[in-house]
């Protein structure tokens, strides 16, 4: 179900724009206003709701760290298992990871190896609240598939357009944002 331009409007104007945060030149979208809206972050909630109920998913899978807020209120909502992927170094059983390049530098995300049940072929969700370059989640995605389940789709609330990180996922997974920002 596609959403109407108006709850569109509302869950875009609860989002903060912070400029020049965490440095000069960015412009960092801060969510903890849509969280606090309780209107706004409702009518999300009930978009993905609707529009992932049929996708027949056995797990939502979240990015560190707001991506753990939005994955696991859906995968409540949708009856199954939340999965963190985390930074390096969080996860505290045995875990598979993936390293990606960051504008200057490497970072790494890591999944826990037993993360979907050792159910081969399950069907996972993965979420985050904003694409930007691609990598956090090209990473995250890879790390889903190299356990052994299936990246069904990737889901933002905020795509950034201009960054070029939606085309580099779609070559991945099929990509869903809310609200694209050019
Ligand atoms: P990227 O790997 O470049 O797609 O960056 C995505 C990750 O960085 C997500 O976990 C976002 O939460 C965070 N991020 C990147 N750019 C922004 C921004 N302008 N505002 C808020 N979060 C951002």
Do not use: W
Request: net charge negative; with cysteine; proline share 3%.
């Amino acid at each position: 179900m596609s959403l109407s331009e108006q709850d569109r409007r509302i869950i875009e104007n609860a989002i903060r724009d912070i400029p020049d945060f965490p440095k000069p030149g960015i412009v960092f979208k801060d969510i903890t206003t849509l969280l606090n809206d309780k209107e706004a972050f409702g009518i999300l909630m009930n978009h993905l709701h609707v529009r992932y109920g049929g996708h027949a998913l056995d797990y939502v899978a979240g990015i560190d760290a707001r991506g753990f807020i939005f994955g696991a209120a859906l995968a409540q909502m949708l009856g199954i298992g939340f999965v963190p992927i985390r930074k390096k170094g969080k996860l505290p059983y045995t875990t598979v990871s993936e390293k990606y390049a960051l504008e200057y530098g490497v970072d790494e995300v890591e999944i826990h190896i037993d993360a979907f049940g050792g159910k081969n072929g399950a069907r996972v969700l993965l979420i985050d609240d904003l694409i930007a370059t691609g990598g956090t989640a090209v990473a995250a995605a890879n790390l889903i598939e190299k356990i052994g389940a299936e990246c069904v789709e990737a889901c933002f609330i905020l795509g950034l357009e201009a960054l070029g990180g939606i085309e580099k996922l779609t070559e991945v997974t099929p990509v869903y944002a809310v609200i694209g920002v050019d």
